[in-house]
């Protein structure tokens, strides 16, 4: 089943969603030295910033879990600005990716950690309560579900959301995702295991943060007057690990051969690449692997049409699949993708990998 892109919310270091995604693409980057957080560089005394792609203001002294709601709590303000009340009823299912606490080293009750289904969901019922609550709202959908596994999490929660409608379980689904990996414990964390981009060690990622909102109901296949085209999640695959741990690309060339093969009739258009490839030298080999792999599969695909939302944004962890699903439908939706599809793909350091399939409908009502 399609799923059409109803809303969308935003909170990130570019913004909220409109302003985000245009600055996105324009190249426009909000990196800045952290305000929070010192390391110490090799064979040196003196401690340095760190730079980072920190939301302004709004997070600006929280940490951990506390963090985790400011965000939320700005993804929902922003998304609440463009979503009618009726959109929201009493069959909506609401899906959160959000990070695995003890990755993130959020303090928690000691037999939290060795229970891993019941710490995440007691964050993910901690999130939600308390953003609700700060932002005077109440709840009145279908209980929330939640989701981890790094950056393929947002993914996970668009299966479960896709079977949801799918079975008519739900009637709507609001599926969020948010993370930081801007806690100190988390950047100390980073900088011990050399994968954060500094003054001494250029080959690594900007750590950032953001939240996103998506509502989802399943697709009509019309065209409101005066609406922008709208814009629906196709299809959705997740390779789990461990069969995919090398970065040899193989595994995300599988999983967008999958996103691509409902498509019957003559072969796929190529569509625009969005991917979560941040700067790592692991996810620069695999970004190289797979275009190999593709072209082998699509001698006609040129693989020169390819966005990279972490040139903005910054790692986003579990949101940065939602990151470049906003990206990706905001420009189908305006036009400017260059392409009537897009594939948003993401890498997890477990191993799992996930394609998430794009399109926009066509005159005369085809998709």
């Given at each position: 089943m399609q799923m059409e892109i109803a809303a969308m919310g935003m909170s990130s270091c570019l913004g909220p969603l409109i302003t985000a995604c245009a600055a996105s693409r324009a190249g426009i980057s909000r990196v800045r030295e952290s305000r929070e957080?010192?390391?110490?560089?090799?064979?040196?005394?003196?401690?340095?910033?760190?730079?980072?792609?920190?939301?302004?203001?709004?997070?600006?002294?929280?940490?951990?879990?506390?963090?985790?709601?400011?965000?939320?709590?700005?993804?929902?303000?922003?998304?609440?600005?463009?979503?009618?009340?009726e959109d929201l009823g009493t069959n909506t299912a609401l899906f959160l990716a959000l990070p695995d606490p003890l990755e993130r080293e959020f303090p928690m009750r000691a037999e939290l950690m060795e229970d891993s289904p019941r710490r995440i969901e007691a964050l993910g019922q901690f999130v939600l309560r308390q953003t609700f609550e700060n932002l005077g709202m109440a709840w009145q959908g279908m209980k929330g579900r939640f989701f981890v596994g790094g950056q393929v999490a947002f993914a996970r929660s668009l299966q479960a959301a896709q079977a949801a409608l799918?079975?008519?379980?739900?009637?709507?689904?609001?599926?969020?995702?948010?993370?930081?990996?801007?806690?100190?414990?988390?950047?100390?964390?980073?900088?011990?295991?050399?994968?954060?981009?500094?003054?001494?060690?250029?080959?690594?990622?900007?750590?950032?943060?953001?939240?996103?909102?998506?509502?989802?109901?399943?697709?009509?296949?019309?065209?409101?007057?005066?609406?922008?085209?709208?814009?629906?999640?196709?299809?959705?695959?997740?390779?789990?690990?461990?069969?995919?741990?090398?970065?040899?690309?193989?595994?995300?060339?599988?999983?967008?051969?999958?996103?691509?093969?409902?498509?019957?009739?003559?072969?796929?258009?190529e569509p625009l690449l969005v991917s979560d490839h941040n700067g790592e030298q692991r996810r620069a080999s695999e970004w190289g692997s797979l275009q190999v792999h593709l072209h082998a599969a699509h001698s006609d695909w040129k693989l020169e049409n390819a966005w990279f939302p972490a040139i903005g944004f910054g790692e986003t962890g579990a949101a940065s699949g939602a990151v470049g699903a906003c990206v990706a439908a905001r420009g189908l939706e305006r036009g400017y993708a260059r392409s009537r599809s897009a594939l948003v793909l993401n890498t997890s350091e477990d191993g799992a990998r996930a394609a998430i399939l794009l399109n926009r409908l066509q005159p005369g009502g085809r998709s």
């Open positions: 957080f010192r390391y110490f560089p090799d064979e040196d005394n003196a401690p340095l910033p760190l730079r980072t792609c920190a939301i302004p203001v709004s997070t600006f002294g929280f940490s951990a879990a506390g963090r985790l709601v400011a965000i939320l709590g700005g993804t929902l303000e922003d998304f609440q600005s463009r979503l009618k009340s799918e079975s008519r379980s739900a009637g709507a689904c609001l599926v969020m995702a948010v993370d930081s990996l801007l806690s100190p414990p988390t950047l100390s964390r980073l900088v011990r295991e050399r994968r954060v981009k500094t003054d001494d060690f250029p080959v690594g990622f900007i750590p950032g943060e953001v939240g996103v909102a998506m509502l989802l109901r399943p697709a009509s296949g019309s065209r409101r007057e005066g609406s922008a085209s709208p814009v629906f999640i196709r299809q959705v695959y997740v390779s789990e690990p461990p069969a995919s741990k090398q970065a040899e690309g193989r595994a995300l060339a599988f999983c967008v051969e999958r996103v691509l093969q409902p498509q019957s009739g003559p072969a796929p258009e």
